[in-house]
Structures are given as structure tokens and as C-alpha cells.
T-cell receptor, first 114, second 109 residues
Framework: NAGVMQNPRHLVRRRGQEARLRCSPM?????VYWYRQLPEEGLKFMVY????????ESGMPKERFSAEFPKEGPSILRIQQVVRGDSAAYFC????????????FGSGTRLTVV | GQQVMQIPQYQHVQEGEDFTTYCNSS?????IQWYKQRPGGHPVFLIQ?????EVKKQKRLTFQFGEAKKNSSLHITATQTTDVGTYFC?????????FGEGTQLTVNP
């Protein structure tokens, strides 16, 4: 029973390029959450999705960031025109039903913008 | 918006000493969850508390949920080097979890 799969584990992008982060939730989980973590800091909520729907994107920057969870395939967090300040660990988590259950986190994608 | 505050930010203990981290929410929570993140790792779910005044134990770990459902604590008895990591509380009062800033625990052998 595979856990939450994130790829790539590490991603290096030059300023101005696009970053695409992928997340496949645990089997049977239909709720996906993306969090960002800066070094030595906590987890900041970005977006909550269910299949084909964005439920809560109140933590997403208004520009350059977008997320989707299509009917088929993984959830994608997309960052356009990356800047140095986007360097962080991006974690995806899934749950079977909202916040009534503990989240299962993926191993994260460490994004470095050079 | 909802805020979840956690103290202390850092805690250094000698192996065998006890450790406690405290969590406070600005709003009443429907439940509170605790996670552990090892250095370089990802958060791992430890436990969920739902009822007012609830106390749960996992071996040397004791979790409490306040009567008003706005605060919680995690206590580790007789720490071991394997307890090293950052402990996060996370509160739920809506569609998603809001995490505290975490308490980073280091244990000197």
C-alpha cells in the first residue's frame, strides 16, 4: 500500500523558469493538501483540493502559483517564473476525508531556485 | 484567520529528562492533531484528540486536549535520542489543518 508519492525529491530551477511538483495521494484518499515549509519554520497551508475541484486556495499566492487535481493522474503544484524566495520544501498530504483523519505526508519536493 | 501558537520553539534536554510542548489556538478547535518530523524528513502523524479534556498515551508520550478545546500539550517522559525531531500540533476548525510553528527537540546522550 504505497504512501503519498511526491516527485521530484529535489528540483533546481533558475530564476524565471517554471517548477512543476507532482503528488499522488494514498490509494483511497481523495483529499489533497499542499504545504510549504521554509528551513527551521512550520508548515504553511497553500491549497486544498479534491478531484477536479479546488476547495480552499486561501494560502496560495495570487500570482505565479496554481494547483490542480485532475480526474486522472497526480495533483500538480505549478510555480511560474520562480524567484529565489520560492526556495523551500513543498509537502503534499492526503486524507480519506477532510480533517477528521490524520494526514499522510509525502517525502516532499525540495525546490532550490538559483 | 485561525492561529495556532506553539512553545517553546526549541528545547534541549539530556537523555532521560522529560519534555513538554504546548499548543494554543486563537479559536475553538474541532480536533487537534500531533505530528513528528525528523531532521530532513517529512511530518508523520502521531495522534488525534477530539473530546474536551481528552488524554491519550502512546508509550512514553502523553497528549492532552484542554477543556475549552483551544489548547493542547505533548509530554514525553524520559526522553531518548530517538525522540529527536520537531513536534507540530495542528488544529482543525474548518476545511483544513493549521499547523503550529513546532518545537524542535534535541536530546544529548
Amino acid at each position: 500500500n504505497a504512501g503519498v508519492m511526491q516527485n521530484p525529491r529535489h528540483l533546481v530551477r533558475r530564476r524565471g523558469q517554471e517548477a512543476r511538483l507532482r503528488c499522488s495521494p494514498m490509494k483511497g484518499h481523495s483529499h489533497v493538501y499542499w504545504y510549504r515549509q521554509l528551513p527551521e519554520e512550520g508548515l504553511k497551508f497553500m491549497v486544498y483540493l479534491q478531484k477536479e475541484n479546488i476547495i480552499d486556495e486561501s494560502g496560495m499566492p495570487k500570482e505565479r502559483f496554481s494547483a490542480e487535481f485532475p480526474k486522472e493522474g497526480p495533483s500538480i503544484l505549478r510555480i511560474q517564473q520562480v524567484v529565489r524566495g520560492d526556495s523551500a520544501a513543498y509537502f503534499c498530504a492526503s486524507s480519506p476525508s477532510g480533517t477528521s483523519y490524520g494526514y499522510t505526508f509525502g517525502s516532499g519536493t525540495r525546490l532550490t531556485v538559483v | 484567520g485561525q492561529q495556532v501558537m506553539q512553545i517553546p520553539q526549541y528545547q534541549h534536554v539530556q537523555e532521560g529528562e522529560d519534555f513538554t510542548t504546548y499548543c494554543n489556538s486563537s479559536t475553538t478547535l474541532s480536533n487537534i492533531q500531533w505530528y513528528k518530523q525528523r531532521p530532513g524528513g517529512h511530518p508523520v502523524f502521531l495522534i488525534q484528540l477530539v473530546k474536551s479534556g481528552e488524554v491519550k498515551k502512546q508509550k512514553r508520550l502523553t497528549f492532552q486536549f484542554g477543556e475549552a478545546k483551544k489548547n493542547s500539550s505533548l509530554h514525553i517522559t524520559a526522553t531518548q535520542t530517538t525522540d529527536v525531531g520537531t513536534y507540530f500540533c495542528a488544529g482543525s476548525s474548518g476545511s483544513r489543518l493549521t499547523f503550529g510553528e513546532g518545537t524542535q527537540l534535541t536530546v544529548n546522550p
